[in-house]
């Protein structure tokens, strides 16, 4: 995945112009939602009116009570030098493993106890009635599939929800690994149950965490200024341990622990990794080939709680624009190439053939889902 965009963002342009307030907005999305197939659209054979993809982004999930990263209260708005790991940062350095490790294991109870909100059930009731055939997420929070697992998925940059080992590949579940590092790190894990106590960590107000030492971060993660980082230990991967996979050479790796069961950096083999895409890692081949193949066999697109900063989520948005297919962006705050994306609209448009609203998704989306109740399905 490339570094995101990290330019100043433009206003939000307001599409059609009564869409600029909760009332407009959610008569102008549920028009663009049940709008017939444009006949702009570059053909498709699988393609009918009904089949309309969302991409979203974290801003989805911020009424779940997770950070997102450019909103008002966003990780990259009030932490100017934020930087998240990168892949080759993690995969071959130790002390990077143990600080990532380490911040995860303190923000994992939040992620772990949070869930999907009313954007999410929304969208489950949307795809129940035939308005939504799929989603691309570029969250890792599970919530997406949670919500509605018989409405497909596509999480375009991995999940929390479970490890893959560097090495032979096998996937371990989050919360068995955060059990192993509460014994692994017995220090930790009473500072962590002293934040619960205190309520540190029932809040992503970053003003009231700073008060208790803790910065937010994205990805679940907290960060712990000046916090010892190079005390904290990791589990090795299990399968591994017990049977070491050969390395490129031929030759049988070796995976040390201490005597707890922590990993050693003595060994060649054994790092979990959580399966989601860092910073210089490519996306998965068939996963990006899933989520083009969505766009392709769509009508439309709505992007939800997504500034679309990230390339990856960005060229999907730009790859429907060349398919002409109508855009809907729901967003609070600007958008990277919206201009771009809402350019050359013509003639009278209430929603059907673009929406662009900045409201919270949350509020709006189960509204739309109201009004589209009973929509006859040739409408579609």
Avoid at 84 to 113: C, D, M, Q, V
Wanted: hydrophobic fraction near 35%.
């Amino acid at each position: 995945m490339r570094i995101p965009y990290t330019g100043p963002l433009p206003p939000p342009i307001i599409v059609p112009r009564n869409a600029n307030t909760p009332v407009g907005a959610i008569a102008a999305l549920s028009n663009f939602l049940s709008a017939p197939i444009s006949p702009r659209v570059k053909s498709s054979s699988t393609i009918d009116g009904r089949q309309t993809v969302l991409l979203t982004g974290a801003g989805i999930s911020v009424a779940s009570g997770l950070a997102d990263y450019r909103g008002a209260q966003g990780t990259y708005t009030l932490n100017k030098t934020y930087r998240p790991i990168y892949y080759n940062e993690f995969t071959s350095n130790h002390e990077a493993r143990k600080r990532y490790w380490a911040r995860s294991f303190l923000g994992w109870t939040n992620l772990h106890k949070a869930s999907p909100n009313n954007a999410h059930w929304a969208v489950k009731s949307l795809g129940d009635m035939g308005i939504i055939n799929s989603v691309i997420t570029q969250n890792v929070d599970s919530f997406h599939p949670k919500a509605h697992p018989d409405l497909p998925t596509i999480e375009l940059h991995g999940y929390l929800r479970s490890l893959v080992c560097l090495h032979c590949h096998n996937h371990l579940a989050r919360g068995d690994f955060q059990k192993s590092l509460e014994v692994l790190n017995p220090a930790w894990a009473a500072f962590l149950e002293e934040m619960i106590a205190a309520g540190a960590l029932d809040t992503e107000n970053p003003d009231e965490r700073r008060k208790k030492g803790l910065k937010t971060n994205p990805d679940g993660d907290v960060d712990l200024p000046n916090a010892p980082y190079s005390t904290f230990r990791y589990p090795a991967c299990p399968t591994c341990l017990v049977n070491p996979p050969s390395l490129a050479g031929g030759t049988k790796a070796r995976v040390d622990i201490d005597k707890d069961g922590a990993w050693s950096p003595t060994s060649t083999a054994g790092v979990l990794k959580p399966a989601v895409v860092m910073f210089g890692e490519s996306i998965p081949t068939a996963v990006k080939a899933a989520a083009e193949e969505a766009i392709d066999h769509a009508s439309r697109i709505l992007v939800i709680g997504s500034s679309l900063a990230t390339y990856s989520a960005w060229r999907l948005v730009k790859r429907a624009k060349e398919r002409n297919m109508p855009i809907g962006i729901l967003n609070l705050g600007g958008v990277r190439g919206e201009d771009n994306f809402f350019a050359g609209l013509t003639g009278e448009n209430r929603g059907e053939g673009a929406v662009r609203c900045s409201e919270s998704a949350d509020k709006v989306l189960p509204k739309v889902v109201q009004n589209l109740q009973g929509w006859p399905s040739t409408h579609m």
